[in-house]
């Protein structure tokens, strides 16, 4: 049996089908749900993957997408992020692996698999590899796909003292005057988190650009600040 075979087995013994209907609804999404909770999904997903030794990072990235593309529930894809993002999957991220999580980001196509993945996994890498990562979201930055953008604008989103705010406000300025919801969500969401480690700087940021950022953008920005 693949680990992909008894991962969806597993998953299904925990599965609550009565609950997957409105799972499925909240999400907004055209792949139908287990109505596996969280928690089990995690508990699950940790017991599958417990076992698993990998020699070098082709295997693990093999197991992924062995899981992603088999997928038949958005279950299966959550289980997916959970082995790419176990401890002993740390050395791995590295810029190699970029390829399979921009894959993950364009099919899964949603909020719930973007911020799964731009905040830490991305993250990780950028912490690995800061020169060639950074000139590969400044890029993301200018994608025609909304959820590359997205990624590249969250994949500070914890970098608090870490941060570089020229990559910051680099990521952001091709999609500052952008009408998409998500765009200027991940706009405001990033500078509000930030505000926590260096508020002056969020402060001066959002009124030079008063007129450029849209009202949710300040708004999210704002939130915790005077």
């Known amino acids: 049996m693949s680990l992909a075979t008894e991962l969806r087995a597993r998953l299904l013994e925990k599965a609550d089908r009565a609950?997957?209907?409105?799972?499925?609804?909240?999400?907004?999404?055209a792949m139908p749900y287990m109505g596996v909770a969280s928690a089990d999904l995690?508990?699950?997903s940790k017991a599958v993957f417990a076992g698993l030794e990998y020699a070098n990072a082709d295997g693990w990235r093999t197991d992924i997408l062995a899981i992603w593309r088999g997928a038949h529930y958005r279950e299966e894809y959550y289980a997916a992020l959970e082995l790419a993002g176990m401890r002993y999957a740390r050395p791995f991220q590295r810029m190699d692996a970029l390829p399979m999580y921009r894959e993950m980001i364009e099919s899964g196509g949603w909020w719930d698999i973007i911020d799964a993945i731009a905040p830490h996994r991305l993250w990780d890498i950028l912490e690995a590899e800061r020169d060639a990562m950074r000139e590969t979201m400044l890029l993301w930055a200018q994608d025609d796909n909304m959820?590359?953008?997205?990624?590249?604008?969250?994949?500070?989103?914890?970098?608090?003292a870490k941060m570089d705010i020229n990559l910051l406000y680099a990521c952001i300025e091709p999609s500052i005057t952008s009408k998409e919801f998500f765009l200027r969500k991940a706009i405001g969401w990033v500078l509000r988190q930030y505000a926590r480690t260096d508020a002056d700087e969020v402060r001066h940021y959002v009124a030079a650009n008063e007129d450029r950022l849209s009202?949710?953008?300040?708004?999210?920005?704002?939130?915790?600040l005077k």
């Open 19 to 29: 609950r997957a209907p409105a799972m499925q609804a909240y999400m907004k999404s």
């Open 42 to 44: 995690r508990r699950t």
């Open 147 to 160: 959820w590359v953008r997205r990624s590249a604008i969250l994949c500070q989103l914890h970098a608090k």
């Open 215 to 224: 009202p949710l953008s300040k708004r999210e920005a704002m939130k915790h």
